[in-house]
């Protein structure tokens, strides 16, 4: 059975996306030539260790990246992934995306394992606050500063959104993999999981990753470009 059968029998689907898919929106992913990991170093920046150092310079790294976010539009990728939550009856998209633009395109039904630049919390007491347009580092009622709500290195992710990301790829008969390296866990594993339960898996990225080798398609291309085709030619079923 091809991907286009698949598409128009598989009843529950899962879309596990990664920076790749905001790229055509203009945020710049982590890895690659360009990527934000070639000119910072994570752990200068994205570890509690970097925020105790120096808060107020990773403060000002994230308001810097919620500028570049701020004007950003979601592009085609993000708006037929949020046409495939209306054609699937059971659908779960996994992001680790902090950028928010899947919810703007539509998609309801997100588990974003990595957070959302958005948020922020206390990194002393935990007490959420939701957004700050703020140059400068606030600080809680409990005297502690606050952080964007993200997940760094070295830090968990959110329990409940977890498990519920290995639930439904667990559950789904559909795993598309779509602009994400696959190299960071928990998130890299969720389509090795769907594999074994005997999804189908879709790759769709500029690049062959670790991921590429359990894929049954891997599509070579531009999220936005390689979507929109799949859109025409399987979910409004001209193809
Ligand atoms: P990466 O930067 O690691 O990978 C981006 C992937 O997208 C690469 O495989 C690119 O080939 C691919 N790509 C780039 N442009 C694309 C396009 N237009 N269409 C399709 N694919 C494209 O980003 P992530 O996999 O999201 O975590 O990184 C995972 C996590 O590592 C991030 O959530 C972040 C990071 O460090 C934390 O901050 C905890």
Redesign the pocket.
């Known amino acids: 059975m091809g991907i286009k059968e698949i598409i128009k029998k598989g009843k529950r689907c899962v879309v596990l ?5 905001s ?2 929106s203009g945020i ?5 030539d360009k ?3 070639k000119e910072y170093r ?1 752990e200068e920046l ?1 570890t509690p260790d970097a925020f105790m150092r120096n808060p107020q310079l990773v403060w000002e790294w994230y308001n810097w990246r919620r500028g570049i976010i701020a004007k950003a539009k979601p592009n085609a ?1 993000h708006y037929v992934i949020s046409d495939m939550e209306k054609f699937f009856a059971d659908f779960m998209l996994i992001t ?3 950028d928010g633009l899947h919810r703007k395109a539509g998609n309801k039904d997100i588990l974003e ?2 957070g959302n630049i958005w948020e922020n919390k206390c990194f002393n007491c935990g007490k959420r606050y939701g957004e700050i347009m703020s140059e400068k580092l606030q600080k809680c009622e409990c005297g502690g500063y606050l952080r964007p709500d ?4 070295g ?1 968990s992710l959110d329990r409940e959104v977890l498990e519920m990301a290995f639930l439904k790829a667990r559950e789904a008969e559909l795993c598309f993999v ?7 866990q928990p ?2 594993s969720l389509p090795y999981v769907s594999k074994e339960s005997g999804a189908y898996i879709v790759e ?4 062959r ?1 670790p991921i590429s080798s359990i894929a049954d398609e891997f599509i070579s ?6 979507l929109v085709k799949m859109r025409e030619s399987f979910l409004h079923g001209s193809g």
Do not use: D, M
């Open positions: 996306t990664g920076s790749g898919v790229a055509e710049p992913t982590f890895r690659g990527g934000l990991w994570p994205a990728a680790q995306n902090i394992l990595h993200v997940v760094w290195f830090e779509i602009g994400t390296s696959g190299v960071v998130a890299a769709i990225n500029l690049e990753t291309g531009k999220a936005g470009e390689a």
